[in-house]
């Protein structure tokens, strides 16, 4: 009988810890779900606007934001597309990367020979000297092609070794659906890529401090060389100059790559600014209009749907941090520690939300709800924590413990120590005067039962003589 109520005990206390919710109330949702169910990264398969077309003509747009990895808009991001001059970005980037910018550059007439007749050029000469810098200038803010072979040349020693470079570092960024055949971007049916792959590219590019200056340069002086008088090399993108097209300019943009061929059509990438974002569009294959066909424009259809683009999401959409620098988020019970394990995010952050909307629209789920075991680590990843606007993954962090938990251990109970009284002289006088009144006492006691006894005893014997008195008469 005491044993089942002792099994019966043990098996409540089980079920009362596994009864005992975690910080969360929802399944476990973990990382890679983010990205297949959210707007979470580059390779988001959602987007926070409806899904609406928000351009004209562009057979593949997006509009990222870099603070927060966040998808706002995605119209065709997969589809193949050709790269135009959105490939001389490659071009620049593996020039930095392999390449010194201060080391000069001798202009070869095999690089020269290579270029197709009627292509933009910065009037490159053979034999001319310039730095590998002032090519990137030629190259990204001109849209050079003659600076584009020269660079490859110089890097690589052969336009196709080059080829080569570029699409290995395609492979190394993650372009799943990008080939290059040429450094410049002209039509090639054979080269193609897509508006998420370009999303990926120049996200990464602009991590590079040269590569974000050449980009966002409105125009750049290149100084006399021995072939060459001074010259100004000024922006392809129209949204960035100003006044000489004050029909473009946007003060949003703050940077931009252009390109045009008949086959690709019209494209920009651009990063610009609002409410907080840091905003990279891509417009892809925009078709244009003529006032003059085939000599005067009347819209380029590049600038005016990444301007479509950019008065949507910056009247619609704001940047706001969710996770900040020691933000207590939660605590998680330990099993076996002396205390529960508070966590925060690992760094700060935010994501992409509509204009005014409350945060209690947002739902907070956490990865991992399984209990702790001691010890715990100060810093030790607990789990991850994702913010849901409905059913899309806005924005996740890591989660990790700001204290550390040790293993609990009993108290050890220490024996008292015997306390032996110091005997003075008082107290040896206290305890003879003790002694004495005790034997005292004990004499007095005797001296009374004495005599208790001799009287019963004379008692007993005069009781005795009465009753043989009586028996004798």
């Given at each position: 009988?005491?044993?089942n ?45 409806d ?17 927060s990895?966040?998808m ?39 690089a ?13 000469q ?20 003659d ?18 470079m570029?699409?290995q ?59 060459s ?11 960035m ?45 925009a ?18 749907e ?92 890591d ?16 024996p ?6 110091e ?23 005797t ?27």
């Amino acid at each position: 009988m005491k044993k089942n109520r002792a099994l019966c005990l043990i098996f409540a206390i089980l079920m009362l810890l596994l009864s005992v919710p975690g910080p969360a109330q929802a399944e476990p949702i973990y990382s890679d779900q983010s990205v297949s169910s959210g707007c979470h990264s580059v390779d988001a398969a959602m987007q926070l606007t409806d899904g609406s077309k928000l351009t004209d003509t562009a057979k593949a747009a997006i509009v990222y934001e870099r603070k927060s990895d966040t998808m706002i808009y995605a119209w065709n991001p997969d589809q193949q597309i050709y790269p135009t001059s959105t490939a001389k970005m490659m071009t620049a980037l593996i020039a930095i990367e392999k390449g010194d910018p201060a080391k000069k550059v001798i202009v070869s007439k095999r690089a020269l020979d290579e270029l197709p007749i009627g292509t933009i050029t910065a009037k490159l000469q053979a034999g001319e000297e310039l730095t590998l810098e002032q090519l990137l200038y030629c190259l990204m803010t001109a849209s050079a092609n003659d600076a584009a072979l020269v660079i490859a040349e110089h890097i690589a020693g052969s336009q196709s070794a080059f080829v080569d470079m570029m699409n290995q570092k395609a492979a190394e960024l993650g372009c799943k659906d990008t080939v290059y055949t040429n450094p410049h971007g002209l039509h090639d049916p054979n080269m193609h890529t897509t508006a998420r792959d370009i999303c990926r590219l120049t996200d990464a590019a602009l991590e590079n401090e040269l590569f974000r200056t050449l980009f966002c340069a409105k125009s750049h002086e290149i100084p006399a060389t021995n072939k060459s008088d001074a010259r100004t090399v000024t922006t392809s993108n129209l949204m960035m100059r100003q006044p000489a097209h004050k029909k473009y300019h946007d003060p949003r943009v703050t940077g931009g790559k252009t390109g045009s061929t008949d086959a690709g059509g019209r494209c920009l990438v651009a990063t610009a600014e609002g409410n907080g974002m840091e905003l990279l569009t891509i417009v892809m294959d925009a078709t244009p209009t003529y006032e003059i066909p085939g000599i005067s424009l009347a819209t380029y259809g590049s600038f005016e749907e990444t301007a479509q683009l950019l008065n949507h999401v910056i009247d619609n959409y704001e940047y706001r941090q969710l996770f900040y620098e020691g933000q207590v988020i939660t605590q998680y019970p330990v099993a076996g520690g002396e205390n529960s394990a508070v966590v925060q995010p690992v760094q700060p952050g935010g994501t992409v939300l509509p204009v005014n909307l409350d945060k209690n629209q947002l739902s907070w789920v956490y990865g991992n709800t399984a209990m702790l075991t001691a010890p715990v680590e100060k810093g030790q990843a607990i789990s991850t924590l994702q913010v849901w606007y409905g059913s899309k993954c806005l924005a996740q962090t890591d989660l990790v413990a700001i204290n550390s938990v040790a293993v609990w251990q009993e108290p050890v109970q220490h024996p008292r120590a015997e306390v032996k009284p110091e005997l003075g002289l008082w107290g040896i006088a206290g305890i003879i005067l003790f002694a004495i009144l005790a034997l005292a006492v004990i004499a007095v006691a005797t001296v009374l039962i004495l005599r208790f006894v001799r009287k019963a005893k004379r008692n007993a014997r005069r009781r005795s003589r009465r009753v043989n008195r009586r028996r004798s008469r």
